[in-house]
């Protein structure tokens, strides 16, 4: 365990190119919308959206009309041996405790392992040329997401509230 290497690797890109693509993403986010501000039918009746709903209406709203950013976490940890699963959630603990306030949204790890070493080899070019390639689970956020998830919370802040998966 003495060898283990572990790189943190935060990519970020602007939203570009794509017409299509991006027009059936804000297509599908105002659709979504959509639901989220119309009444509910239930077994018997109808029910208003609830102001958490309301509220992130207003958030995917907000992000459609806006400049947004592909963003990808990767952890890459060599030479963890049975330790590995153990270290990516040590890990990724880090960027899925926080839990924005208004929408419930939280990140939430994937872990992926691979069947050969070509894979891993790619993976580990990619993350050292910093590269949108691999595993890359790619999402998207806007300015102010990205500038939270980039600055290190003070963890003595009474505004921050800890996410329950």
Known sequence: MSHQKTRIQILFRPVIGQPLRRYYWRKRAYQRIGHLRREKEKLWGSRPPTPREKKQADAIENKAGSPRFHVSIRLLIINAAEYTPSRVKEISGAFNTYENPETGQYL?????????????????????????????????????ELSALLSLPNRKQDNIQNAQP
């Not at 691979?114 to 691999?134: L, Y």
């Open 108 to 144: 939430n790890a994937t872990t992926v392992t691979p069947f050969r070493r070509s894979q891993i080899t790619s993976f580990a070019q990619a993350v050292q040329r910093r590269e949108f390639q691999g595993w890359s689970q790619k999402f998207q956020a806007t300015k102010d």
